[in-house]
């Protein structure tokens, strides 16, 4: 019943985002959401399935970034190239990362990926190729294999939407595999993991991989939608992005990242023009000064949703379906 | 003799000295974490939005009251310190029983709220504030001109930091809060008003935060922003201490500062990545820090 | 094959200064019940962390099945088949009791690393779940979730998920303790039910539990094997009584009932 | 479509608020209403966003603005890698774009544009400007402090050239990383170096912090400072007695005549602080802009943009035209901090030290790389 | 809040229709029971029956609970945890909580001295009654074996001067020669005027040491046996606790 109504949802949701285009949605837009969005999807895979709370994911995220906007631009490579690539970038940090990152648990291990990550944005820095403070403009899209032209919001849009739609397939397989149900046990209790044979540390280690490439595939997808790649993509407030989405929307559900990535980047963009709204409505001229606010906004949603809504939206609804029938 | 790897040795010996003074304020920082994450199982974020909060108070107490600089080394960790038992009453009271991630979040959220309420306020280019007189100045130590708040900065820190390690580490208000630490509802049947403890304790880690910032205040500029870089390295010490780990975080951050204050000459490009290297160093080695205690 | 399913040669743990583990040479006849007792504090869960490689040994050499395993991982042990409880129990708490048991059994499928597979190909493992369950009595709550249940029945699943395992060689400590007498009589006989065709060494302080269904005993005192045989020989023994037992007179039932 | 609607996005929450921020669309909305709020029959609109220092948003920002409101003209504010990718976007969609508080030259070289106008300052301007004139006064041997980045290491860069061209002479350089607090370290080892001059290729914060700790410890004393990157808000948040005699490179300052004192007095009556560059730079932007559309008879960026570049522009805030590859080439004018003795009110800061003309502190037609301008 | 003794006749402990729920889960269904002074009392039951329950309640660690519970006539139903200890409780509950940050030691003499109310053990007394605990006093407390950390939260709590002790299966994992042990500890407390409830599920040591059992069964008090009636309830009593 509540897998029917799941898959049901989700169809229609495609329906939607199909035709949203041709409803006059605003492309550009919906692509930075959807790449976002995959962006929330594969941190929680991380966070919400095998209970590791990595606060490093700019670094995979943006270093991907970074990376396809390299090869799209100067090695003028076709775009499922810089996707590929970026994707193996993150894979191979991730790696890295995780390698380092899985030796401590629980908090530790949460501050040892921030801290790796934040070392990783002076690379990206002083780096020279990637532009320091002007970022990585004007990169190409170029022709999907070499015959579909991206430079339509159209096509790219459409392009977009099945990779994001395949990499949360992907993912929800994960979940739903052999090996998502042992991060599961990972995740409620690792010492008896270990007893039962389990390698736990390869698991993590895999899971890891496996989250930082999709990160970096989201980055790479970003780069190429929006043809910049720049240093606010690496800086830990990007993790901490990723982290809001996933809790605002649900941490643990599948549909929530979505959902949180809806409203974040929304909240990232219209703040002040709700602000102005609020303001003219109730004649309170502070509202107004909400649009330089937008930190102060992210705050305390956090807050709020720690204190409030732990479960996230999804969560909330989900456990609210639950509740009358046990 | 007079040279090591091309560097002349008075050069290298300035250096270190300046390296200790920049662990003076890792240590103190740090030590507060310690401090909050040992008693209260929550990762302080906001550590430095509470430091730029104790540099701020003390400058607004300057700027609007007159108050001079030597009671403010007094009064701001108070005042801090008070809005700190605040916050702890206010919202860090409902997560202790939660996971660690949800502290970290909350105070992830208080800090953007607490920088940006700075950042309406006071604007981001930040405040001057003036070394107090007593201070001015500076001692000619042959080899380098040491001014004398920065030799001031790692006495009173070293100082502090001491007795706060003293009174954690070995005195039977100490054994309660590291009781505490592990299991609050037992030590609360055993008589001893944990909640209270626990409100105190969050005051005096951040109160030990606003201290390190009175301390910056002549030195660096007062701004709302300057605590956001400082606390990534903080942790990072902290983690390299081992976490919790009161006598580590001192150590360790004193430690970064001479290491940093070294590379500052070496390869100064690399000064402020080396805490992370040094990090992914000792992980690889030593998973539970310096001082930790693997369990 | 030899009938020594597990020996041990001089194991030693020190813990700064403190030998928690001296000097044991233990052998595990293949099919037996082997109960290590003794006096709190004697060594007897640092033997089985040794064991496990949940520590690491100060000196000597563990083999299982002939084999050196001394510088194996725990998990590497595990997948020999040498499988422990904890004195504390351990579940998956937020899992289903069919989940907890099915999280066991699914590494012998070997598709424990595949991401790409379907979880409907784990069903198969459902039937054998199901009656593990019933073998500790828990069918009926197969779809609970783990974390309602009293602490009785978490033992009970957690020698279910052991048992999962096949395991050649269980290692249980302390598997009735916190139990009232109903669990105690039950888990006893489903131990004994489930040594059949494994060995087994278990670690009790109820002496009513040892008496029925030990074949060899090994008493450990301050790390070191004090007295061995069986349960008539061993409760003989007027040092075991003095060191552990506590009574002189002979009666050996223990303050347990 | 019944009103013109001029978007303007800057950085307004963080690290550059100051410099531009909200007190910049004051200043664009001061132009408007000094036009008469109407042009061509038609409200004159402006709408504001906060990029937060995220291109992604700056850029989204700039599209929606076009699409959804139809804006003629994006004034972009500080933050190169926000200015860059707005730049793109809306010569993409055909529409001006003017920017003031981004530094970077590449705006109007490798990624000049045909509809994009760099207004107020860049790097190339501020390294050659203060560079040449110090040298010119006597100020031959350097060494750099350098933020270690793309930005900082294009300012030493273009700096060091212009001071070994005039005759100086480059004695070493330290790179700091971005926002290192601490500079004691790295002027010790400028002091040593025996230079008389410490460039400053950083900015914000770390120039911040390296003046002050030059104080600290005397360095003062022996070498003279020049910023390479300095605005009036940093010096109002310093104060004298830490910046006195400092050297910088400015394209206005609010006490250089009666038209920008008059300026300035009531952008100060409006928001209590006295305008920086950037800020004035705003207000002439919008309003020569809007002149030009008057002049053009449409909002059609293409026609406005013809005609903005087709003379000579002048007001209170500099006089000039704009090149081919986008640069509007006005004087800058090398400053001094005063000494607080010589500060008669608030705000009385600086002193014009020198005069740098237009045709020479700008990016040269030989050394550009604008296909726009060969 | 002032103790008011409200003569020598109230009961160390009294509990009336005790309700008491974690979450939302409802264990305690209206418990009532009395203990007097120097008595020492048993709870019964099987495993979740909630005996530990009840000894939470009264400590105040459970997470809501209703009804009353009177301490030396105080009642301490709306009291903090801290408070109602400082009426002469001392608590040693199911899972030992044992610090692992203090040494033994540390965790031996954590616990405050309770003003106003009996002398404590000795440090001395205590090292006799269980050698383990000195042998081993300086290592971290949850370095003991599980058997030496069950000793060390049933010595902890003897040395605060508590008069009314809670003892939540404390001879649980004990060899039997320390179980013995406990045994005669118990007799001794009990001479010396102490107040005890053992929650047991080992009948055979709890048998001889009480005075008074209460069977407890899905929160609630099912049976109430006298030692002098043992004998005749035994068939009852291995009913209800399915013996
Ligand atoms: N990690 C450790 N560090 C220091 N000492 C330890 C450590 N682990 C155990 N010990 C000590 O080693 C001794 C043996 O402990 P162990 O847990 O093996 O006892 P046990 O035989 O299982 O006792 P029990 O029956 O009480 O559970 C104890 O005295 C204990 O204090
Ligand atoms: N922390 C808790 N949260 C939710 N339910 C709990 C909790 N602790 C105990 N319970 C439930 O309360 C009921 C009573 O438990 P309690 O621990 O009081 O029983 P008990 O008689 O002491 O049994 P045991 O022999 O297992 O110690 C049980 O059903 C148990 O599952
Ligand atoms: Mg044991
Ligand atoms: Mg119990």
Request: aromatic letters at 10%; hydrophobic letters at 45%; glycine letters at 10%.
């Amino acid at each position: 019943m509540n897998k029917q109504l799941a898959f049901w949802g989700y169809a229609a949701l495609l329906l939607v985002l199909l035709a949203a285009p041709m409803m006059g949605a605003y492309p550009i837009f919906m692509m930075k959401l959807f790449c976002f969005a995959l962006f929330a999807c594969a941190f929680n895979l991380l966070f919400g399935y095998t209970g590791l709370l990595s606060f490093g994911h700019a670094a995979f995220f943006g270093g991907s970034a970074y990376i396809a906007g390299h090869v799209l631009k100067v090695w003028g490579v076709t775009p499922e190239i810089g996707l590929l690539l970026g994707t193996a970038f993150g894979a191979l940090l991730g790696w890295l990362v995780g390698y380092l990152a899985i030796k401590r648990q629980g908090i530790y291990f949460t501050m040892i990926t921030l801290a790796l990550a934040q070392m990783l944005y002076f690379v990206w820095l002083q780096a020279p190729f990637t532009g320091g403070e002007d970022g990585l403009q004007a990169v190409p899209r170029g022709k999907l294999f070499g015959l579909l032209d991206l430079r339509s919001d159209m096509t790219m849009y459409y392009v977009c939407l099945a990779i994001v739609v395949l990499a949360f397939l992907f993912i929800m397989r994960i979940v739903r595999s052999p090996f998502g149900h042992i991060l599961h046990g990972i995740k409620e209790n690792e010492p008896r993991a270990i007893s039962l044979g389990y390698d736990t540390n390869r698991f993590k280690l895999m899971v890891f991989v496996l989250s930082a490439a999709l990160s970096g595939l989201a980055g790479a997808l970003k780069t190429l939608v929006l043809g910049f790649a720049t240093l606010s993509d690496v800086h830990w407030a990007m993790s901490g992005h990723a982290v809001l989405m996933t809790l605002v929307g649900g941490m643990g559900t599948l549909s929530g990242p979505l959902v949180g990535a809806v409203v974040i980047v929304a909240i990232e963009n219209k703040v002040g023009e709700w602000g102005n709204w609020i303001a003219s409505v109730t004649h309170i001229d502070w509202f107004r000064s909400l649009g330089e606010s937008v930190t102060i906004v992210t705050g305390f949603i956090f807050v709020v949703c720690v204190l409030l809504f732990r479960r996230g939206i999804v969560g909330e609804i989900l456990n609210f379906l639950r509740k009358p029938r046990s | 003799m007079d040279t090591i790897f091309g560097v002349p040795l008075p050069a290298l010996l300035s250096q270190l000295l300046l390296g200790l003074v920049n662990g003076s304020f890792y240590a103190i920082l740090s030590l507060g974490l310690a401090v909050i994450f040992g008693l209260l199982n929550v990762i302080n974020f906001a550590h430095g939005a509470l430091f730029m909060m104790g540099a701020v108070v003390t400058w607004m107490a300057m700027h609007y009251l007159g108050i001079n600089y030597w009671l403010m080394l007094l009064l701001a960790p108070l005042v801090v310190g008070c809005f700190g038992m605040v916050i702890e009453r206010l919202f860090l009271r409902w997560i202790y029983k939660l996971d660690h991630i949800y502290g970290l979040l909350l105070t992830l959220g208080l800090t953007l709220l607490i920088e940006g309420a700075f950042r309406s306020a006071y604007g981001v280019s930040g405040l001057s504030y003036s070394t107090p007189a007593l201070l001015q100045g500076g001692i000619n130590l042959g080899f380098m001109f040491m001014p004398k708040y920065r030799a001031w900065v790692v006495v009173a820190s070293l100082i502090v930091c001491l007795a706060t390690w003293y009174l954690i580490e070995k005195t039977r208000l100490g054994a309660y809060l590291r009781a505490g630490t592990e299991n609050p509802r037992l030590v609360e049947a055993f008589g001893i008003n944990v909640p209270l403890m626990i409100t105190l304790t969050y005051g005096a880690g951040v109160a030990l935060a606003a201290f390190a910032g009175v301390l910056a205040a002549p030195i660096y500029q007062v701004s709302p922003l300057m605590g956001q870089n400082l606390i990534i390295t903080v942790f990072a010490v902290v983690v390299i201490g081992g976490m919790g780990s009161i006598m580590g975080s001192i150590v360790t951050g004193l430690l970064l500062g001479v290491i940093e204050g070294l590379t500052r000459v070496f390869y100064p490009e690399a000064s402020s990545t080396v805490v992370f290297v040094v990090m992914a160093i000792v992980l690889l080695i030593r998973p539970a820090g310096l001082f930790g205690k693997e369990h | 094959m030899s009938d020594t399913i597990l020996a041990t040669k001089n194991l030693t743990k020190e813990f700064k200064g403190f030998t928690a583990v001296d000097n044991v040479n233990l052998q595990v006849q293949r099919g037996h019940i082997h109960a290590l007792i003794g006096p709190n504090g004697a060594g007897k869960t640092t033997c089985f962390n040794l064991l496990t490689k949940f520590l690491e040994p100060t000196r000597g050499t563990i083999t299982f099945n002939g084999i050196d395993i001394t510088r194996e991982k725990s998990a590497e042990i595990a997948r020999r088949g040498v499988i422990r409880s904890f004195q504390i129990s351990a579940v998956f708490p937020h899992l289903t009791l069919l989940e907890n048991v099915r999280i066991a059994l699914q590494r012998q499928l070997g598709t424990q690393y595949h991401f790409w597979r379907s979880d409907k190909s784990l069903d198969l493992l459902n039937d054998r779940a199901v009656q593990l369950l019933a073998e500790v009595d828990l069918r009926h709550l197969a779809d609970e979730v783990t974390v309602n249940l009293p602490y009785g029945r978490k033992r009970a699943l957690e020698i279910a998920t052991t048992l999962a395992m096949e395991p050649e060689l269980m290692l249980l400590d302390e598997p009735t303790q916190g139990m009232g007498h109903e669990d105690v009589d039950r888990v006893t006989s489903l131990i004994k039910e489930v040594s059949k065709g494994r060995t087994i060494l278990m670690v009790e302080h109820n002496m009513k539990v040892i008496s029925t269904i030990a074949d060899r005993i090994s008493v450990l005192q301050r790390g070191a094997i004090l007295a061995e045989g069986n349960y008539a020989e061993v409760s003989q023994d007027p040092r075991v009584m003095q060191a552990y037992m506590g009574t002189t007179d002979g009666q050996l039932q223990g303050a347990h009932a | 479509q019944d009103k013109v609607v001029i978007g303007f996005v800057t950085d307004m929450s963080s690290l550059y608020s100051d410099v531009d921020g909200k007190n910049g669309a004051t200043a664009a909305q001061m132009a408007i209403d000094d036009f008469g709020g109407k042009v061509l029959g038609k409200p004159i609109e402006l709408v504001t966003a906060d990029h937060q220092n995220k291109a992604d948003i700056a850029a989204a920002k700039v599209r929606e603005w076009i699409d959804t409101q139809n804006a003629s003209m994006i004034l972009g504010g500080t933050n190169s890698g926000t200015a860059l990718a707005s730049s793109t976007v809306a010569n993409e969609k055909g529409v001006l774009y003017i920017n003031n508080g981004a530094g970077t030259s590449a705006l109007t070289n490798e990624q000049c544009a045909p509809l994009t106008i760099h207004y107020a300052y860049d790097t190339v301007a501020l390294a050659r400007g203060t560079g040449k004139a110090i040298v010119d006064s006597g100020g031959k041997d350097w060494f750099f402090l350098t933020a270690d980045y793309a930005f900082g290491h294009s300012l030493e860069k273009d700096t060091a050239a212009t001071v070994k061209a005039a005759g100086g002479d480059v004695k070493g350089m330290v790179r700091h990383p971005l926002n290192a607090s601490d500079f004691s370290s790295f002027l010790l080892q400028a002091q040593s170096s025996k230079a008389q001059i410490l460039g400053m290729a950083n900015a914000g914060g770390d120039t911040i912090n390296t003046i002050k700790a030059a104080n600290e410890f005397g360095i003062t004393s022996t070498m003279k400072l020049a910023g390479l990157l300095l605005f009036l808000t940093d010096i109002h948040s310093m104060g004298l007695p830490t910046t006195q005699g400092l050297q910088f490179t400015s394209s206005w300052y609010w006490d250089q005549n009666d038209e920008s004192r008059a300026w300035a007095q009531k952008f100060y009556d409006k928001t209590k602080r006295m305008p920086t560059d950037i800020q004035a730079a705003n207000y002439s932007a919008v309003m020569n802009y809007l002149k030009a559309v008057e002049e053009a008879g449409t909002t059609d960026s293409k026609k406005v943009n013809e005609v903005l570049r087709s003379k000579e522009l002048k007001d209170f805030y500099a006089s000039g035209m704009i090149r081919p590859d986008g640069r509007y080439a006005h004087d800058m004018y090398l400053m001094e901090v005063k000494k607080p003795a010589d500060s008669k009110r608030e705000w009385d800061y600086l002193t014009v030290v020198k005069t740098l003309p237009g045709e020479e502190v700008w990016t040269l037609q030989e050394e550009t790389k604008c296909p726009l301008w060969k | 809040m002032s103790v008011q003794v409200v003569g020598a006749a109230a009961p160390a402990l009294e509990i009336t229709n005790l309700q008491g729920w974690y979450g939302e889960s409802h264990v305690l269904h209206g418990v009532n029971l009395t203990v007097q002074p120097g008595e020492v009392v048993t709870l019964l039951g099987r495993n979740g029956a909630g005996r530990t329950s009840i000894l939470r309640a009264i400590t105040g660690l459970i997470g809501k609970r209703a009804g009353s519970i009177k301490i030396g006539g105080v009642e301490t139903i709306g009291m903090p945890t801290h408070k109602i200890t400082h009426l002469g409780l001392g608590y040693c509950p199911e899972e030992r909580g044992i610090f692992a940050s203090l040494t033994t030691e540390e965790n031996l003499l954590l616990p405050p001295v309770l003003k106003g109310h009996g002398k404590g053990m000795g440090i001395e007394e205590i090292y006799t009654l269980f050698p383990n605990l000195q042998e081993r006093k300086h290592s971290p407390g949850t370095r003991l074996s599980g058997g030496e950390q069950q000793m060390l939260a049933v010595a902890r709590i003897l040395r605060t001067g508590a008069n009314l002790l809670l003892l939540d299966e404390i001879s649980e994992g004990l060899a039997p020669v320390i179980v013995q042990a406990l045994a005669r500890m118990i007799t001794l407390l009990r001479q010396r005027g102490y107040t005890v409830v053992m929650v047991e599920q080992n009948f055979r040591f709890a048998a001889p040491l009480a005075d008074r059992f209460y069977v407890i069964e899905h929160g609630q008090v099912v049976e109430h046996i006298l030692a002098s009636e043992l004998e005749d309830k035994m068939p009852l009593l291995n009913e209800l606790l399915g013996v």
